[in-house]
Nanobody, 130 residues
Framework: QIHVMESGGGSVQAGGSLRLSCAAS????????MAWFRQVPGKEREGVAG????????YYADSVKGRFTISQDNGKTTLYLQMNSLKSEDTATYYC???????????????????????WGQGTQVTVSS
């Protein structure tokens, strides 16, 4: 059974940094893509950053370009999100997601959408105080 689990959330002041990690396990083949989403109550889940695991091509929402960096370890079993220059509007629950069916391929250059991803972590809270 495939499991996805995030870690590394917390509270930080505006301008600070946090790094989120995501471990996926229980799969027999690597996911095609992995991504980070975030959600605040009352709003839709927003795709923040995505990566195609075989090519390491990365994609970002305009709201985080230049501040966030998505990466994977060499074994492609752990996903990271380095968040710098954090703003109060970055406050949200952050979710890690994986696509094991290839639906994400060719789609993330425009928008990272949740319907392309099939396995989700439980979320980790990030709070940025101004």
């Amino acid at each position: 059974q495939i499991h996805v689990m995030e870690s590394g959330g917390g509270s930080v002041q505006a301008g600070g940094s946090l790094r989120l990690s995501c471990a996926a396990s229980g799969y027999s083949y690597s996911p095609f893509c992995m991504a980070w989403f975030r959600q605040v109550p009352g709003k839709e889940r927003e795709g923040v950053a995505g990566i195609e695991t075989s090519t390491s091509n990365t994609y970002y929402a305009d709201s985080v370009k230049g501040r966030f960096t998505i990466s994977q370890d060499n074994g492609k079993t752990t996903l990271y999100l380095q968040m710098n220059s954090l703003k109060s509007e970055d406050t949200a629950t952050y979710y890690c997601a994986a696509d094991f069916f290839g639906r994400c391929l060719g789609s993330m250059s425009t928008t990272i959408t949740h319907d392309k991803f099939n396995y989700w972590g439980q979320g980790t809270q990030v709070t940025v105080s101004s």
